[in-house]
C-alpha cells in the first residue's frame, strides 16, 4: 500500500508540473521570441521549425508564419510551410492552411499543397 500512494504522489505530481504539452499562444509567441535571437543558424532554424508546427497544432497561423518566414533555409522552409499547411486543413483552417502552402516558393509543390486544401 505505501508503494501504490508513493506511486500515486508522484504520478500527481510530475502531472502538477508539466503542461501535457499544451501550449498558449503567449507561451509559443515567447518561444519564437527567444529563437530569433539564437546566433547558429541551424539551431534557429531547428527552433523555428519546432515553434511553426506548435503553433499550427494549435491554430495559431501568424505565429506559425512568422515562424516559418523566419526559416533560413529554403528547403527546410518550404518543408515546415507545407507541414503547418496541412496540420492548418486538417484542423478546418483552410484560411490559414492556403496562407502556410502560399510561403512554399517550389510552384509544384506549392500547388500539389493547395490541391490537398481544396479536396479536404
Not at 29 to 45: F, M, N, P, V
Not at 69 to 97: F, H, M, P, S
Request: charged content about 35%; hydrophobic content about 40%; aromatic content about 0%.
Amino acid at each position: 500500500m505505501r508503494h501504490v500512494s508513493f506511486a500515486l504522489t508522484l504520478i500527481l505530481t510530475l502531472a502538477a508540473c508539466g503542461d501535457g504539452g499544451v501550449k498558449t499562444a503567449d507561451d509559443v509567441r515567447g518561444r519564437l521570441d527567444a529563437a530569433t535571437q539564437i546566433t547558429d543558424l541551424g539551431k534557429r532554424d531547428d527552433a523555428l521549425a519546432d515553434i511553426a508546427v506548435d503553433a499550427a497544432d494549435k491554430g495559431e497561423t501568424d505565429i506559425a508564419g512568422d515562424a516559418i518566414d523566419k526559416i533560413q533555409k529554403l528547403e527546410r522552409r518550404r518543408d515546415v510551410a507545407e507541414k503547418c499547411a496541412t496540420k492548418l486543413a486538417d484542423r478546418g483552417n483552410k484560411d490559414g492552411a492556403t496562407s502556410m502552402a502560399m510561403r512554399i516558393d517550389d510552384i509544384p509543390r506549392r500547388n500539389e499543397a493547395l490541391a490537398k486544401i481544396a479536396r479536404k
